[in-house]
């Protein structure tokens, strides 16, 4: 019998993770281009957009896969949906692979909104200098708070519009608590701004010691009706059930 084929939706820890312990199977991970020089997953590598709901289930058709692990990060909604439609029309299992969102612990100072929109409208009543870890992506929505300063953390250079007070800080984690809390100090910030993505969370514990509030952006709803797991292990656990290894 050939090995079971597992395709990934990845771009993230979780996804790469998977791919590494997924031996017995063939993996192929996809991940969307964004990033020149992306973190390469273990096993097969597919780079570029699929072309909507029908190029994916063509893919999924072509390369005969049995599982499909949406194991993108937890703001990529489109791809998501594209999986959730893309696997309803092929009867190909999804898993959705998810890490919990943060919860706040005593000493946090956050407010929680629905989008990106809704951080910029708030972020002037709290602070001036922003630290901002929102992706390259998400910057437009800040182009008009002009009263504010921004620190913006991101993988590759962002591409306008941008606030008008911008300094962009080009790195990829992980990070340190240490190199978290020497950042916001050196720059002054009196507020950050994060989307709720869960996973390494120094920057928020930085926050707390310094008594910074924190602006955490609500993730999107998630597909409807699609298996969920909120770890690696448990990931693995149902592609042997799934996979009846
Ligand atoms: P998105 O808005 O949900 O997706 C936009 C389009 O990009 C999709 O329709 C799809 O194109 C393509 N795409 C996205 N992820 C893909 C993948 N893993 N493999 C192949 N094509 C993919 O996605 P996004 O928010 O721009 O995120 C892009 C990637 O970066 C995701 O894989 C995600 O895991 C990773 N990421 C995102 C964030 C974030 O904050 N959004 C943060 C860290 C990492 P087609 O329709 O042509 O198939």
């Not at 049995?66 to 194991?71: E, G, N, R, W, Y």
């Not at 969102?101 to 708030?122: C, F, M, Q």
């Not at 591409?159 to 809390?181: C, M, Q, S």
Request: hydrophobic share 45%; glycine share 10%.
């Amino acid at each position: 019998m050939p090995p079971l084929t597992v395709l990934i939706l990845g771009g993230t820890t979780e996804g790469r993770a998977l791919a590494a312990a997924l031996r017995t199977y063939r993996v192929i991970s996809s991940l969307a281009g964004r990033t020149r020089e992306p973190l390469l997953p273990a096993g097969e590598v597919r780079i570029g957009g699929f072309g909507g709901v029908d190029g994916l289930a063509d893919y999924l058709r072509a390369e005969r896969v049995d599982i499909l692990v949406d194991a993108t990060h937890p703001f990529a909604e489109r791809i998501s949906a594209n999986a959730a439609a893309a696997t309803a029309a092929t009867g190909v299992p999804l898993l959705v692979l998810r890490r919990p969102g943060w919860t706040e612990r005593p000493g946090d100072d956050w407010r929680r909104v629905p989008s990106l929109e809704a951080a910029a409208a708030l972020l002037p009543h709290l602070g001036r200098r922003v630290f901002l870890t929102t992706g390259r992506q998400g910057l437009a929505a800040f182009a008009g708070t002009g009263e504010c300063w921004f620190l913006a953390r991101s993988v590759e250079p962002p591409a306008p519009p941008l606030p008008p007070h911008l300094e962009v800080l080009l790195d990829r984690g992980p990070f340190t608590v240490d190199g978290e809390l020497r950042l916001l100090r050196d720059h002054r910030i009196d507020v950050l701004v994060s989307k709720d993505s869960g996973g390494a969370d120094a920057k928020l514990t930085a926050a707390r010691r310094q008594g910074i509030p924190v602006v955490l952006i609500d993730r999107p709803p998630r597909p409807p009706a699609a298996t969920m797991v909120n770890s690696v292990e448990s990931c693995i656990s149902m592609i042997s059930q799934i996979g009846g290894t």
